[in-house]
Every structure is written in C-alpha cells, then in structure tokens.
C-alpha cells in the first residue's frame, strides 16, 4: 500500500450570482485580469423539516482574454457557471500583518443570462446595427453575414465542460 499515490486533483465547478460588479485591471506587463465574487446558494431541508439555505460566498479570478470577456460582459447580478481551481496566495499588509485568501482561479465561465448570451454574440459578431445592413447591397450584404464567425448557441441547461472522459 505504500507505493500508492493519492491522485493530484484540483478541480471546482460551481455556479452562482455575482455579488458586485467586478474588478478588471491590467498587471505591470500588460496581462489583463478581474477579481469578482459569487454567492452560490444550497437549500436543505433541517432535522425539523424547514427549509433552510446556505449561501457561500467565493472569490473568483480570471486571466487574460477571459478576463476580458468578463469584463465586457459582466456585472452585479449576473448568473455564471465557473470550472476551475482552487488557488491560495498571501501578502502583508501595510501594517505588516500577512493576509491569506483562497479563491477560484477561472478556466472556463459559462455565462448564464439570456441578456449576456445575446451581449457576448454581438461583441464576437461586431456590430449588429439595422441602419448598417439597410444601407448595404443585398449582394454584399450576404457575403459579409457569410464572412462573421459562427456563434454555438447554448441552452442554460446543456453544460459539456469534456469531463464525460475523465479516469480517475
């Protein structure tokens, strides 16, 4: 049994509302990054049958081109689905006392809200304005809908994050 290895398996997912609008800065060397929190909520019923809810609060971080994304789109209120990991860093404050925090380092954010779906397409498609399309030739105007990147739409509630393969 000695020679058995506990597997190194740091994965969270879990969805919620975010609680304020989110910070977004840019580091020293230009990499984009926001700082937001989630209230993920459980509900359960107590020893005496009275439904109960639990909210847990989690810091979240997201890095470059995803941090963008977030930034564009998200704000107080808004429903997301995160898959990442659990990060710990710490620091000491100004008064020299050493801070810790554990937070949800991003990998992928599934935006949630109908509204941020529809905000995320026009952002990747560009401008959807009618007064554009009814200004241009028809002819022209199929080639450049053909010319756009195609956008998946996804339903809330079809989540493929590739774990259908996962061996543990």
Request: one cysteine or more; a negative charge.
């Given at each position: 049994?000695?020679?058995?290895k506990m597997p190194d398996i740091n994965n969270v997912l ?18 984009s990054v926001i700082n937001f929190y989630i209230a993920s909520n459980r509900k359960y019923r107590d020893n005496s ?120």
């Amino acid at each position: 049994m000695s020679d058995l290895k506990m597997p190194d398996i740091n994965n969270v997912l879990i969805a919620g509302n975010l609680t304020s609008d989110p910070i977004f800065r840019k580091t020293a060397n230009g990499t984009s990054v926001i700082n937001f929190y989630i209230a993920s909520n459980r509900k359960y019923r107590d020893n005496s049958g009275i439904w109960r809810e639990n909210i847990c609060y989690v810091g979240v971080v997201a890095w470059h081109r995803l941090a963008e994304a977030c930034n564009d789109v998200l704000k107080r209120g808004c429903s997301v689905l995160i898959d990442g990991e659990l990060q710990s860093r710490n620091w000491h404050n100004d008064d020299g006392t050493t801070r810790n925090v554990v937070e949800l380092r991003a990998r992928r954010i599934q935006f949630l809200d109908r509204k941020l779906t529809q905000d995320v397409e026009e952002i990747v498609a560009g401008s959807t304005d009618e007064a554009d399309t009814e200004d241009k030739h028809p002819d022209t105007a199929d080639k450049e809908e053909s010319q756009t990147p195609e956008i998946q739409k996804v339903e809330p509630t079809d989540f493929d994050f590739g774990y259908q393969d996962l061996q543990l």
